[in-house]
């Protein structure tokens, strides 16, 4: 038996009960179920399209990968490497099979990574904490013993599926943050290890810390791709690759982005919100904001400027005051 686990989706295995969504819709950074069965299936062939944490709620699992695998039951979870592997589920003497599913990108690590620089320690695993079965770096999965806060924390995502929240985007980016934090202070090299397993994903890691890092400064293509170790065509490659687009069309978007959201603050003029976007001319920075806003920025200003006079602070339509309507109708 084959099946392939998609963003969005479940796997069709026979006899399964997932709680969760399970519809086709676009592409999903990250999603929640809750896969129960009274039928585990036998050894599958399962094509893992994100990476996953799988909780083991009631019986066992057996994971194998090319060159390695194991076996966890119920006092054990454990995050799974995208890839194909094969998956033998044994159900518990009751008879059940259950777990909690936490799908997510890789991008959403590499972006808790960034955000965190001080949880990516340049030293590999050695050793092991309470709570935390650390692997090989070669090995493409993580075992975690249930401990106290894991208990604690499978229970919040129970709290979240019998409340129909697992489509709640921002709730479960939380939760992995939570988690992320957790497992980065039990084990400061845990995150980084697993990283470290998969192709391209450090390489990919420190290409975003560069380009995210140097938005807002005078950095050109060729100096990002010093930085990065690399060449200029091998950067602007692995940027397209990452990104979805090239460099330069990417990085006007996001200074653009940038620029709006200081122009909406109002405190600087747009000749100054140009300099800290990185132009030295303001007309190269008029053209380039009005080619993706479609506006000029001295024009973009003023809009935001006049929406915030006639709104309240909390952003709602300020009220007419009465006697200013019977004025106006006498």
């Keep these: 038996m084959t099946a392939t686990v998609l963003p969005g989706m479940m796997p069709a295995l026979s006899g399964e ?3 969760g969504p399970r519809d086709k819709e676009a592409v999903r950074d990250i999603s929640l179920y809750d896969y ?3 039928t585990p299936a036998g050894k599958s062939r399962i094509t893992l399209e994100q990476h996953l944490f799988s909780f083991i709620m009631e019986g066992e ?3 194998s990968f090319s060159g390695s695998s194991t076996t966890l039951g119920e006092e054990e979870c454990i995050l799974l490497s995208a890839g194909n592997c094969l998956m033998t589920e044994k159900a518990s003497p009751s008879g059940n099979y259950s777990s909690l599913l936490l799908f997510f990108d890789m991008r959403l690590l590499q972006d808790f990574l960034i955000k965190h620089p001080a949880k990516t320690p340049s030293h590999s695993i050695s050793g092991g904490r309470a709570g935390v079965v650390t692997p090989a770096i070669t090995e493409p999965f993580i075992r975690l013993r249930k401990d106290a806060f ?3 924390y499978t229970g919040s995502l129970e709290q979240i599926l019998s409340a129909g929240l697992a489509r709640n985007r921002q709730m479960l980016l939380v939760k992995l943050e939570e988690l992320f934090l957790y497992l980065s202070e ?3 090299s845990l995150l980084d290890t ?3 397993t998969q192709m391209g994903s450090t390489e990919e890691l420190e290409i975003r810390k560069t380009v995210e890092a140097n938005l807002d400064r005078n950095c050109t293509l060729e100096e990002m791709a010093f930085l990065c170790h690399t060449s200029l065509s091998t950067f602007k490659r692995r940027f397209t690759r990452i990104y979805g687009e090239s460099p330069n069309k990417w990085i006007l978007r996001k200074k653009m982005e940038i620029a709006a959201g200081l122009l909406r603050q109002g405190a600087a003029r747009p000749g100054e919100v140009g300099y800290q976007v990185g132009y030295k001319s303001s007309s190269s920075f008029t053209q380039a904001f009005k080619q993706i806003h479609g506006v000029t920025p001295k024009d973009f200003r003023k809009t935001q ?3 915030k006079t006639l709104s309240t602070p909390d952003g709602r339509p300020k009220e007419t005051p009465k006697k200013a309507l019977l004025d106006v109708s006498q």
């Design 17 to 19: 009960r997932a709680t």
């Design 36 to 38: 129960r069965t009274r």
């Design 61 to 63: 699992k057996k994971v």
């Design 150 to 152: 894991i208990r604690h």
């Design 186 to 188: 039990k084990s400061p």
């Design 194 to 196: 697993f990283l470290a």
């Design 305 to 307: 400027l006049t929406v």
